[in-house]
């Protein structure tokens, strides 16, 4: 990809995936999660595509609740039969892309801005969109002491995951719309921006070092158990309230040589989303469950309840948002202006929506041709 501002965009999506991951993994990029006890193979089951294995991805958060509640109820291996469902969950999205372009993993949840570096860097060639999973579940958390209104963001210290993430690009935008200057690269300007981790920013806001934060869940409502409040709720900003904050990507290679496994991962997922939307207290109970098995820690209810509340699970990738999105870090000087056609094939996933009789979602023009 040309010029600076992308190698800005680049460099922080980079530094991002030096941070600790939850543990050491034999692949080097996300930790391997243990054999599931309640996803045996069905007697007489086949292998799919003739695979020991299909590996997937996601990160340890409540944004990624399909593939979390998937996994919990067996979803997955369900639809794959003798073929395993392997697991490795990460904390950033460029690990992530460098384990899908390694073949650590084959099929992965990841938000839009580590998918859209990812596409572009590899010239179109590394990854495809299959599939949409969620929407929503972003904040702007302030401390109410410092910060009464939105104009009062003016001056103040605010943090997001990291430079140039999906997050980071969104403040920058709501930052530049109420007329402030911010350098994207060093985050100062009329508003500070402080790149932290999730896993930090509770601690750093408890001790008064950043005076909120505009980030995913659950770390928004862990820092409004801390004392914060909800000054802006990002779907606000969005017509229909909605926007893409997880996709499902896969590796174009093994897109074209194992169309039967990526089907039965799709089929599972419509499933979980399914069953999410008809069953939230169970799913949420599940998500959490499949949380505390990856991270050794559940969510307690005063974070749980209302993060779950603020996420949307859909099948539907809100391609219109991505290029939005996209079009947000160009304007923020993160990101020369690039080239999205083809990052979607939702061809199976549709397949899978007209058998299950739901109706078709679109790629706004940045589909397979």
């Known amino acids: 990809m040309p010029a600076n501002r992308s190698k800005l965009f680049r460099r922080g999506l980079a530094a991002f995936a030096a941070l600790p991951l939850l543990t050491l993994a034999a692949c080097g990029y996300g930790s391997e999660s243990k054999n599931d006890d309640t996803t045996k193979v ?9 695979l020991d294995s299909v590996k997937i991805g996601y990160f340890g958060n409540l944004t990624h609740a ?80 410092k ?25 920058l935008n709501w930052a530049a719309e109420q007329g402030w200057k911010v350098d994207a690269q060093s985050g100062k300007g009329d508003v500070t921006v402080v790149r932290s981790d999730n896993k930090v920013t509770p601690d750093a806001f408890k001790a008064g070092s950043i005076d909120g934060a505009w980030v995913p869940e659950p770390t928004a409502s862990k820092l409004v158990a801390e004392g914060g409040k909800v000054l802006l709720d990002e779907s606000s900003l969005w017509p229909d309230r909605k926007f893409v904050i997880t996709n499902i990507i896969v590796r174009q290679a093994f897109l074209k040589e194992h169309p039967k496994a990526v089907e039965a991962v799709l089929k599972a997922s419509v499933e979980a989303n399914k069953w999410i939307n008809a069953n939230p207290d169970q799913a949420k109970a599940a998500a ?63 397949k899978v929506l007209k058998a299950a009789g739901e109706s078709p979602v679109d790629a706004a023009g940045l589909g397979t041709s």
Do not use: M
Not at 42 to 50: E, M, R, V
Not at 83 to 111: M, V
Not at 295 to 313: C, R, T
């Open 288 to 350: 959490n469950k499949q949380l505390a098995a990856d991270s050794g820690k559940a969510l307690p209810a005063n974070v749980l309840d209302p993060a779950w509340k603020s996420i949307q699970f859909t099948d539907d990738p809100l391609a219109s948002t991505l290029n939005t999105e996209a079009a947000h870090a160009v304007k923020a000087g993160l990101l020369d202006k690039p080239d999205l056609k083809g990052i979607y094939d939702l061809t199976i996933l549709n």
């Open 42 to 50: 069905a007697a007489g089951a086949k292998k799919i595509d003739g």
């Open 147 to 171: 910060i009464s209104s939105l104009k009062d963001v003016k001056g103040k210290r605010i943090a997001t995951p990291q430079l140039g993430n999906t997050q980071d690009v969104a403040f």
């Open 66 to 145: 399909t593939a979390l509640v998937g996994r919990e109820q067996g979803l997955f291996q369900k639809e794959l039969g003798a073929t395993k469902a392997d697991y490795a969950t990460f904390n950033a999205g460029p690990s992530e892309i460098e384990a899908l372009n390694s073949g650590s993993i084959d099929i992965g949840w990841i938000g839009p801005s580590p998918a859209i570096n990812g596409y572009t860097k590899s010239n179109g060639k590394s990854l495809k969109i299959i599939g949409g999973s969620a929407s929503g579940g972003v904040k702007l958390v302030v401390n109410p002491k």
